[in-house]
């Protein structure tokens, strides 16, 4: 019901802040949250010094912000708020088919033989707009505490 899009996050004084594409990360230390597909995505990039992956993403920005890395690895609303309450850090989209590869859709599961509930959650569902559904991100993320550790 809601598809989101993989970015990086780094510090506002790095050249990285105009990059394009994730193959202009080689070379660079990218870091991304522990078992989580933002760290399976980094290999992606050819020749990244692939960083140990951390528990949090308030370690992993504890850590760029220290220059542990060069970048983290992050799904678009979380980067949002991220930066939102990080001055020195922003984030990098990548042009058309020049980002990563990896399905970030979000679904809901009911139980199998549930389908009096499935059926009300997909009418509620298709009630909403692409607009309202990137709104209500929106606002979700403008709600979420600051990310400090």
Do not use: W
């Amino acid at each position: 019901y809601y598809t989101s899009q993989e970015v990086v996050i780094v510090r506002k004084d790095s050249a990285l802040t105009s990059i394009t594409d994730i193959q202009e990360l080689k070379g660079k230390t990218v870091k991304g949250q522990l078992n989580t597909l933002y760290d399976t995505i980094i290999d992606q990039i050819n020749g990244v010094k692939h960083g140990t992956a951390m528990e949090s993403y308030p370690s992993l920005v504890n850590d760029l912000l220290n220059r542990g890395c060069d970048a983290i690895t992050a799904e678009l609303p979380v980067a949002e708020g991220i930066v939102a309450s990080n001055p020195d850090l922003t984030y990098v989209t990548f042009k058309e088919g020049h980002g990563f590869t990896a399905d970030t859709s979000v679904s809901i599961a009911v139980k199998k033989d549930n389908t009096e509930l499935l059926d009300k959650l997909q009418k509620a569902l298709n009630a909403i707009s692409e607009d309202e559904r990137q709104q209500m991100m929106l606002e979700a993320v403008e709600r979420q505490p600051e990310v400090n550790e």
